[in-house]
């Protein structure tokens, strides 16, 4: 098997402002560890893959930011998206680009802002499901087994009893694709037992993907079809000309909750997406009170708090579940079970003007 990493290093990590901005996002900062996110998703993977086969894809400006990150990998491995369109147009260019170097190549598609705890599992699942995408017309992912009736993620319906095999893992036939639920679907979905979080990870062969895309997004194929044509000519003009086209779609709704031959694999490998600033809490070394912080803090009658604050003295006083994260010219005070409208604040600092906060 020829196995190609495709990183997407995209997107701005809103969810974790103030600290994650325009031109460092998320990915691109070390949370999780003294490295930086997309730093560890390449560390994780070189056991097993080579700095040859590893690919990003991201804008411009990202772009640059990787070749100061990730000084190992070929330049001509860093491919720049023209716009932000969504998942489904930059994992469409990234895997044409597979294509023409092999069309039987296993394209392993993976965010740049994951935590995975059990690095060794996580790449005897990666070689085993990329085995399992080897064999026949199939798209390969990672369900990740639920631990709470998360709202946050997606979810994937699989079947129990359609069980293929790659060596001694198993792979479960997809049955639908669920987007984010509400509370009590959620812990609905946790009762039935064949629901599963949606990691966001997908395996396909690079030709696989070329006829699912022709034959469950036939709206998308023509767009493939003139990607090919431009990275054989390398014509980045002809590229630019497709992005300013192509609908901006995600991956999941353009393809996956269409076509057929989804198989899941369990990903028991210890999975955070990081997806807000409450997960870190899991993340971050605790106080006997539950306090995860960065930075030096002294508490009194204070529990459960997340403190980012590195280059400064905290105190906190008589307060419970807060996030409270200060950087040089904004703070975010936020009730833990709020994090995920961080978002929000956002959108209204955006509508503000206010782009030096962004």
């Known amino acids: 098997m020829d196995i190609f990493i495709i990183i997407m290093a995209g997107g701005f ?12 996002p998320k990915q691109f900062l070390p949370i999780v560890s003294e490295k930086s996110m997309i730093e560890e998703t390449v560390l994780r993977l ?7 086969h590893i690919f990003t894809i991201a804008n411009a400006e990202q772009s640059e930011i990787i070749k ?7 330049e001509n491995n860093i491919i720049v998206e023209p716009q932000a369109k969504n998942t489904a147009p930059s994992l469409m260019l990234a895997s044409a680009k597979i294509y023409i170097q092999n069309p039987e190549g296993i394209c392993v598609a993976l965010p740049a802002d994951h935590m995975i705890h059990d690095k060794k599992r996580f ?22 087994p639920p631990t709470y009736p998360a709202t946050g993620y997606g979810y994937i319906e699989f079947n129990r009893d359609s069980l293929l095999k790659a060596g001694k893992e198993s792979f479960y036939q997809v049955k639908s694709f669920k987007e984010k639920p509400g509370a009590f679907q959620a812990k609905e979905l946790l009762k039935k037992g064949n629901y599963y979080w949606n990691s966001g990870m997908f395996l396909w062969k690079a030709g696989v993907f070329a006829n699912k895309i022709k034959n469950f997004a036939p709206d998308l194929y023509p767009y493939w079809n003139q990607m090919i044509k431009a990275l054989r000519h390398q014509d980045f003009e002809a590229i630019k000309n497709v992005f300013e086209r192509i609908p901006a779609i995600s991956i999941d709704y353009a393809l996956m909750e269409k076509t057929k031959g989804v198989l899941m694999g369990k990903g028991d490998f210890g999975w955070s997406d990081v997806g807000s600033w409450s997960s870190l809490a899991d993340l ?3 106080d006997d ?17 997340l403190v980012y604050n590195p280059n400064k003295l905290s105190t906190l006083i008589g307060v419970d579940n807060l996030i ?19 978002k929000e604040v956002v959108d209204k600092i955006k509508k503000k003007g206010k782009e030096d906060h962004l």
Request: overall charge positive; glycine content about 6%.
């Open 123 to 144: 790449l005897q699942l990666l070689s085993a499901g990329a085995k399992m995408a080897s064999q026949g017309e199939y798209i390969v992912t990672f369900g990740i």
């Open 289 to 305: 009170n539950g306090n995860a912080q960065r930075g030096e803090c002294i508490t009194l009658n204070a529990k459960n708090n």
């Open 46 to 52: 070189l056991p097993q893959i080579p700095h040859s």
């Open 284 to 286: 971050w070394p605790r």
């Open 324 to 342: 409270i994260v200060n950087t040089k010219n904004a703070l975010l005070i936020c009730r833990k079970d709020l994090d995920q409208k961080v």
């Open 13 to 24: 990590g809103t969810r974790f402002w103030p600290l994650s901005r325009k031109k460092q």
């Open 68 to 74: 100061t990150l990730l000084k190992d990998l070929p």
